[in-house]
């Protein structure tokens, strides 16, 4: 990697609600759809084009990051599909991909409207904090429950992504090197202990759980490590949990916005899935990717050297005007929405399907039950740089009578 001595310059993140992180990048991308960091070394893609060629070619620009982790803490990307290259990550990806085909998914359909009756059920009074409600526990009892973990352990699991989300607010943009306080190290070697603990478990008596599938799987004739296990476990889980969490809180944040898109959703269902690819374009929950050089390279009109940091910035690609007509106007009817929210190429979001489908039937519960949901105060948005979403989002609606 190259030996940067200055840091790069920071970005905004989105706790503004993402008007200065917009802004910035607007800034930067002026210019032309690159531009170099000359403090950092740090090459930010802004263009859907150029982001594209970046996540579509894994053989150049890898995402292999697993140099950057401390020493002292368990290697919890080891495993991890994200930050895998080819040969290794077709095959990681194979072991779990049948816990994630349109059938399987579809299955999980009455368990997620059950638990999101459940949940919200406990709203009573007018108000409601809509991510202590339904955004944050949703997706994690779903995401638990494949990979078998008991209900009574899943708070733990919450902590644990609060921790992932404290690590992300801490990283620096443009810098592969980690920064894991200690608090955050305590909370990933407890996790690793306890999903080890479980995988061993399911080795000796396997259910046909997730967790079943990765503990006694086998790549290449070997199987996976305990670290492995674990990285991969713990990456399914913050996946399918912070990001839908966030997909979530910003439809409702999208719909009170936009009233027009609200009313016309409203009238017709059908028109959920665009408005939650619209969502995902407008305010994706992860707004950027790292890569590094695995060669000499160019992007755009920049020379890149083996061993860069190129910083690809999906809401950048997400509202290019050359590939979205008004990109910052936010509108459920656009004819082509090819956002790169779920990742591009062979990192493309394993369980997208999966997020998609809690998203749709969430919030066709939460049309049924609050005809008239609004916001109830200010939304507190994530100071995570490379997440767009709110930490608290407090709604009100009236109560029905009698």
């Not at 269902?269 to 619209?278: A, H, M, V």
Request: glycine share 6%; charged share 25%.
């Amino acid at each position: 990697m190259t030996d940067h001595s200055t840091a790069a310059e920071q970005p905004p993140t989105t706790e503004d609600g993402g008007a200065a992180l917009l802004r910035w990048l607007r800034e930067k991308g002026a210019h032309g759809p690159v531009w170099r960091d000359e403090e950092g070394g740090a090459v930010h893609v802004f263009s859907h084009e150029h982001a594209g060629k970046v996540l579509a070619d894994p053989k150049t620009f890898s995402s292999d990051m697993s140099a950057a982790v401390p020493d002292d803490v368990p290697n919890f990307i080891e495993g991890s599909l994200a930050t895998t290259d080819p040969p290794r990550h077709r095959k990681l990806r194979q072991v779990v991909t049948d816990a994630f085909t349109a059938k399987t998914v579809a299955s999980l359909e009455p368990r997620i409207v059950e638990v999101t009756n459940q949940l919200l059920d406990h709203v009573s009074g007018g108000e409601f904090e809509f991510v202590e409600t339904l955004s944050n526990p949703l997706p994690v009892t779903v995401i638990a429950e494949l990979l078998g973990i008991p209900i009574s352990d899943q708070p733990k699991f919450r902590r644990w992504a609060e921790a992932a989300i404290t690590a992300t607010a801490e990283a620096q943009v443009g810098e592969a090197e980690f920064q894991i306080n200690e608090w955050v190290a305590d909370q990933v070697r407890e996790m690793q202990e306890y999903l080890t603990d479980h995988a061993e478990r399911r080795r000796k008596e396997p259910t046909g759980d997730l967790m079943s599938r990765l503990a006694n799987a086998e790549v290449d004739g070997t199987r996976l490590t305990d670290n492995q296990v674990f990285s991969f476990a713990a990456d399914l889980l913050f996946a399918g949990h912070i990001t839908t969490t966030m997909l979530l809180g910003n439809t409702l944040l999208s719909l009170d916005e936009n009233p027009a898109a609200a009313v016309a959703v409203r009238a017709d269902r059908s028109r959920l899935p665009d408005l939650i690819e619209e969502v995902l374009r407008y305010r994706p929950p992860v707004t950027l990717t790292h890569r590094l050089t695995r060669q000499d390279t160019t992007v755009g009109d920049l020379d890149v050297p083996a061993g860069s940091l190129v910083v690809a910035w999906i809401i950048s690609a997400n509202r290019d005007e050359q590939r979205f007509p008004n990109p910052d106007v936010f509108d459920i009817d656009r004819a082509s929405n090819p956002h790169m929210s779920f990742g591009h190429g062979i990192h493309f979001c394993i369980g997208a399907p999966l997020g998609r489908l809690e998203a749709r039937l969430a919030l066709n519960i939460i049309l049924d039950r609050f005809p008239d949901l609004a916001l109830a105060g200010k939304p507190d948005y994530l100071a995570a740089p490379g997440l767009f979403g709110v930490q608290t989002l407090p709604l009100r609606y009236t109560e029905a009578r009698g």
